[in-house]
């Protein structure tokens, strides 16, 4: 028997007896969260807007964006950053299994039962966007060894500027780019820079080796992104990734508004 | 539902040298086809059955029906443990539960019908294909189709990601194949509530435990 064969299900299925439900638009989801099944439970009534089963399950934040571009440095700053406040874990899509595993335990940022790494079958935008099943696997293996998780982030493997995760896999998304990447991109924009919940640009402390014009991206970010947040960061400066746990907190506190921290 | 992410044993024969080009791939589906064909197609179709001819559907003279969601949950069970018997490898049994797990997910919010509450959260897929097409009202030829036909769709695309193979020519060994797909779903849909087929084939449970040692592989089987 695999180890996860006797995990609760709690992704959507919750919500057959209200599937209307789950037809509701980006925005109407992104106001109105998702609510899995209660932790332990299978079957639990979908409870979307009652305000009840707000904690049931921990909040999901994507991370996506280019190969180099610095998710998993993210994610294992984040990790540091949140780790004392929060009960976390991750998800990664490497192209192969372990690479960014490995990375994270390496920088002892989090315990080998904490970290979950799935194959993507050549496909890493597919995994988090299209068919999201091996990663609600993994969501749902790790919700159920740590059944007290606030805090899960779910890190793509590096694919290109229109890959965005699907908001049935998580609730919010970061999309990180880097100033070596050149300071186009931004302007070139695609779903992944427009469209994400937060746009990181990252390696600031590079830009003048590689003459990137910070002021450019940042124009054009806000450009082509309306209200939503862009957040300028060196990790060689700011280790801490201050700015974007500030963000990550902020989500919290709108999303699961009775997760305290630690 | 996930099968994107699982190769059917074609990632681990293009490691070691037997899938090459699209003619050994064809050889490879083919074999396929008519190994892990007959199994999943013979369990898919009983499984459709045992939901189909045990519920409301159900108007022959005498029928109970709490006796037959009785004998429903029962058969799904069996059926279950079939499929486990039938598959001696750990790598390939976890594969075939996360891919039924995939479609559990998918089947209970797109066809709720009681017959899933039946299954555990990740059942065996062929089961989770039998049920699937029983509350979505296709009978177990159809099942057993979907079946026979998703054991050779899955390596035929994950050889065409790793080899770079034309597209087209993997369409065309694919269709090529159709008439053996319809064999062999004929076969194991004739009788769904009699004996099980029992062929097996080590090399591909070999290739499954081989593969799931691996550190450099891009897809879960």
């Known amino acids: ?262 | 539902m996930g099968g994107h992410a699982h190769s059917g044993g074609v990632e681990q024969a293009i490691c070691v040298g037997v899938v090459t080009d699209a003619a050994t791939l064809a050889d490879f589906l083919e074999r396929r086809l008519q190994t892990a064909g007959p199994i999943a197609a013979a369990l898919a179709a009983a499984a459709c059955h045992a939901v189909a001819g045990n519920t409301v559907g159900n108007s022959e003279p005498g029928y109970d029906p709490a006796d037959g969601a009785a004998a429903m949950a029962d058969r799904l069970g069996d059926l279950d443990t079939e499929a486990e018997a039938r598959t001696p490898s750990p790598a390939l049994r976890t594969a075939s539960r996360s891919l039924g797990r995939g479609l559990t997910r998918l089947g209970k919010r797109a066809w709720p019908h009681p017959a899933w509450a039946d299954l555990s959260a990740a059942p065996h897929h062929p089961i989770a294909i039998g049920v699937a097409a029983a509350a979505s009202g296709v009978k177990p030829i159809g099942a057993a189709h979907v079946a026979a036909y998703l054991t050779i769709s899955g390596p035929a695309t994950a050889a065409q990601r790793l080899l770079s193979l034309d597209p087209l020519t993997v369409a065309m060994i694919t269709a090529q194949l159709s008439a053996r797909v319809d064999a062999v779903a004929a076969r194991a849909a004739a009788d769904p509530s009699g004996p099980l087929s029992a062929v097996s084939d080590p090399w591909f449970d070999l290739l499954a435990e081989t593969h799931a040692s691996r550190g450099d592989r891009l897809f879960a089987s």
Request: hydrophobic fraction near 40%.
């Open chain 1, 1 to 262: 028997m695999p180890p996860d064969h006797n995990l609760n299900d709690s992704s959507g299925d919750a919500a057959v007896p209200h599937a209307h439900a789950q037809l509701a638009t980006n925005e109407v989801r992104r106001a109105v969260p998702r609510f899995g099944a209660p932790k332990g439970g299978s079957d639990a009534l979908y409870l979307a807007g009652s305000g009840e089963g707000e904690n049931r399950r921990p909040l999901r934040i994507g991370i996506g964006g280019p190969v180099g571009s610095g998710k998993t440095a993210l994610v294992a700053a984040l990790c540091k950053t949140l780790g004392a406040e929060y009960d976390l874990a991750v998800v990664t899509n490497d192209i192969y299994t372990t690479e960014d595993a490995d990375f994270l335990r390496r920088n002892a940022v989090l315990p080998d039962d904490r970290i979950e790494a799935v194959q993507t079958g050549c496909c890493p935008h597919t995994a988090i966007r299209d068919d999201i099943s091996a990663n609600l696997d993994a969501v749902e293996l790790l919700e159920s060894r740590h059944p007290g998780l606030d805090l899960l982030f779910v890190e793509s493997g590096g694919d290109n500027l229109t890959a965005t995760f699907s908001y049935g896999l998580v609730d919010a998304q970061v999309f990180v780019l880097d100033v070596a990447g050149g300071d186009k991109v931004p302007r070139k924009g695609g779903p992944g820079v427009t469209s994400a919940d937060l746009l990181v640009i990252n390696k600031t402390d590079l830009a003048s080796l590689v003459g990137a014009d910070l002021g450019v991206m940042e124009r054009d970010s806000a450009a082509v992104r309306g209200d939503r947040p862009t957040i300028l960061l060196s990790l060689r400066e700011d280790p801490s990734a201050a700015a974007v746990a500030a963000w990550v907190r902020d989500r919290l506190a709108q999303l699961r508004p009775s997760v305290v921290a630690m």
